[in-house]
């Protein structure tokens, strides 16, 4: 992890174009190659970010990330406040909460709920980039990758958007669709998951409590 404060400028070309201007800011450069740019404020969520996989090119002025997509960040850099770099380790990953991990399972023993035909291949399908909460095969056969969550926003959209360009270069599994289930999902994710060709579906926590498990059991 190597985090870098200076006075910046910042440029964004892409789906469309975007500028900040020059102000003090964090520059966030991870070790799987993802660029995030933060102010003194605003949460977690930074002013413009980059994801894996992307190509940098640093000199003393000027960076410049793009990506496969086209889409490029140019970042001016005025003045060097502080450098430093940090070996953060193997992370042992994310443990979800008793409601969200309680959905995962059911949805899991029931995957039907979703959609009609939907069989589980696998719980937390492994990727490179993180496990994927269900794998499942629709009622054509087809590849189907869920994204559980308890609130459902922008973060779970990229996410899974992520999770889908991994699985889609595989010959085996592709191609893989995209299933984003929240107990409630904001206007915002919903529109992008459109965007994305992803599923949105809010699930009725209690009423799926409530189902009977289509998963065999001796007892």
Same mark, same amino acid.
């Not at 190597?2 to 070309?13: D, G, H, K, P």
């Not at 008793?98 to 009609?116: F, I, K, M, T, Y």
């Not at 696998?122 to 056969?141: A, N, Q, S």
């Given at each position: =992890? ?14 469309? /174009? ?9 520059? =966030? ?6 660029? &995030? ?10 002013? =413009?970010? =980059? /994801? %894996? ?34 070996? @953060? ?55 189907? %990758? ?13 996410? @899974? ?6 699985? /889609? ?12 289930? &929240? ?37």
């Amino acid at each position: =992890m190597r985090l870098i404060v200076v006075q910046c400028s910042v440029s964004y070309e892409g789906r469309l /174009n975007a500028y900040l201007p020059s102000a003090k800011r964090l520059i =966030m450069s991870k070790a799987d190659g993802c660029i &995030a740019i933060h102010a003194d404020g605003g949460a977690y969520k930074p002013l =413009m970010w =980059m /994801n %894996a996989p992307n190509r940098v090119v640093e000199d003393e002025s000027e960076w410049i990330v793009s990506n496969p997509k086209g889409e490029k960040l140019r970042i001016q850099i005025e003045k060097i406040i502080s450098d430093v770099s940090y070996e @953060l380790g193997e992370d042992p990953g994310l443990h979800k909460d008793g409601v969200e991990s309680h959905l995962q399972e059911l949805l899991a023993e029931n995957p039907q709920s979703l959609e009609d035909g939907l069989t589980l291949t696998r719980r937390e399908y492994f990727t490179e980039i993180g496990p994927v909460d269900l794998l499942c095969r629709d009622k054509d056969g087809r590849a189907v %990758a869920v994204e559980i969550k308890r609130r459902g926003g922008i973060d779970g959209v990229e996410q @899974l958007t992520r999770y889908l360009d991994f699985l /889609n270069r595989d010959p085996k599994l592709r191609p893989v669709r995209g299933i984003f289930a &929240a107990q409630q999902i904001t206007p915002q994710a919903k529109v992008l998951a459109k965007d994305r060709e992803i599923s949105t579906i809010e699930i009725d926590y209690d009423d799926l409590r409530g189902m009977e498990s289509t998963i065999l059991r001796l007892f």
